[in-house]
Nanobody, 119 residues
Framework: QVQLVESGGGLAQAGDSLRLSCVFSGGTFSMYHMGWFRQAPGKERESVATISWSRGFPSYTDSVKGRFTLSRDNAKNTVYLQMDNLKPEDTAVYYC????????????WGQGTQVTVSS
C-alpha cells in the first residue's frame, strides 16, 4: 500500500522560503509520477507542480513558475518542493500525490501540510 508523508510546512513571511518533503513508501518510487497540489480555504484543490516517473522536466502552474522548484530523489524515495519568494496567496494545505505509470488519476495522497504566508 503506497503511503505518502509530507513535512516542512509552517509559517512564513512574504519573501521567505520553505521546503516541503514527501517520503514515499509501499511501492517502487521510481515507477510513479509525483506531484504537489494545494487547497486554499474556500477554493478547489489545484495542481502546483508535477514530475513524471522518468524524471523529465517538472511542470508548474503559472502562479508558481520561477518561484517553486520540484525535484525527486529516487535513492531516498522522496520528492521535494522548494518554495522561494513566498506570497500570501500561496497560503494553503499542500498535498503530495502519486500515480503509477499508466494510471490517469492521482490515486495516492498524503495527509497534507499547512503553509501560511503572512504579508
Amino acid at each position: 500500500q503506497v503511503q505518502l508523508v509530507e513535512s516542512g510546512g509552517g509559517l512564513a513571511q512574504a519573501g521567505d522560503s520553505l521546503r516541503l518533503s514527501c517520503v514515499f513508501s509501499g511501492g517502487t518510487f521510481s515507477m510513479y509520477h509525483m506531484g504537489w497540489f494545494r487547497q486554499a480555504p474556500g477554493k478547489e484543490r489545484e495542481s502546483v507542480a508535477t514530475i513524471s516517473w522518468s524524471r523529465g522536466f517538472p511542470s508548474y502552474t503559472d502562479s508558481v513558475k520561477g518561484r517553486f522548484t520540484l525535484s525527486r530523489d529516487n535513492a531516498k524515495n522522496t520528492v521535494y518542493l522548494q518554495m522561494d519568494n513566498l506570497k500570501p496567496e500561496d497560503t494553503a494545505v499542500y498535498y503530495c500525490a502519486a500515480r503509477g505509470r499508466g494510471v490517469q488519476t492521482w490515486n495516492h495522497w498524503g495527509q497534507g501540510t499547512q503553509v501560511t504566508v503572512s504579508s
